[in-house]
């Protein structure tokens, strides 16, 4: 089955930087990274950024200028390269990806928490 190992998080002061990953791994079918998610306490899970079906990138406005999605296709990983942080991006960010054939089943990965200090 997919597994999906994120990594990256931690502490950062404001204005600081952190690159989370997310790594897939024991793949049997085609996957596509999605984008990556963040929930904060209390709160429902929102978008951070995506790829389009075009090939391009969509983020949410609170991030837009500040992250920046990538991925490395030999390596089955996806980054989001988070700058300029501010406190109110403080969550737990999740990773999605979705299976390309068959049924469209999306995997996500386990949480990597991102604390940023004032």
């Known amino acids: 089955q997919v597994q999906l190992v994120e990594s990256g998080g931690g502490l950062v002061q404001a204005g600081g930087s952190l690159r989370l990953s997310c790594a897939a791994s024991r793949i049997n079918f085609s996957i596509n990274p999605m984008g990556w998610y963040r929930q904060a306490p209390g709160k429902q899970r929102e978008l951070v950024a995506a790829?389009?079906?075009?090939?391009?990138?969509n983020y949410a406005d609170s991030v837009k200028g500040r992250f920046t999605i990538s991925r490395d296709n030999a390596k089955n990983t996806v980054y989001l390269q988070m700058n300029s942080l501010k406190p109110e991006d403080t969550a737990v960010y999740y990773c999605?990806?979705?299976?390309?054939?068959?049924?469209?089943?999306?995997?996500w990965g386990q949480g990597t928490q991102v604390t940023v200090s004032s």
């Open positions: 999605k990806w979705r299976r390309v054939y068959g049924i469209p089943n999306d995997y």
């Open positions: 790829f389009t079906s075009g090939g391009s990138t």
